[in-house]
Nanobody
Framework: QVQLVESGGGLVQPGGSLRLSCAAS????????MGWYRQAPGKQRELVAR??????????YYADSVKGRFTIAKNTDKNTVYLQMNSLKPEDTAVYYC?????????WGQGTQVTVSS
């Protein structure tokens, strides 16, 4: 069973930065893509950023709301995907989830809380 373990969430002031990590129990090359999603209270879960993990090209996608502020990256040696979040805003407050996608199914982490508040 694939396990994804997120870490790095916390409380940060507006304008601050956080780096989230998602450690996979298997090689990230075995997934087509890996992504970060978030879900704020009363809202649907939304895609934040995604990276191709099954090949070496590492192409990325970002939601418009985070472009220029968030960066997704992967470390294949550590089987880990990161989300660097800069210039954080209160509206970035949410539980952030890591997802690993295969053609046959998706795997989710348990989530990590990010709170942006002064």
């Amino acid at each position: 069973q694939v396990q994804l373990v997120e870490s790095g969430g916390g409380l940060v002031q507006p304008g601050g930065s956080l780096r989230l990590s998602c450690a996979a129990s298997e090689s990230i090359f075995s997934f087509v893509t890996m992504g970060w999603y978030r879900q704020a209270p009363g809202k649907q879960r939304e895609l934040v950023a995604r990276i191709t993990s099954g090949t070496s090209d590492g192409s990325t996608y970002y939601a418009d709301s985070v472009k220029g502020r968030f960066t997704i990256a992967k470390n294949t040696d550590k089987n880990t995907v990161y989300l660097q979040m800069n210039s954080l805003k209160p509206e970035d407050t949410a539980v952030y989830y890591c997802k690993a996608h295969r053609l046959t199914r998706d795997y989710w982490g348990q989530g990590t809380q990010v709170t942006v508040s002064s």
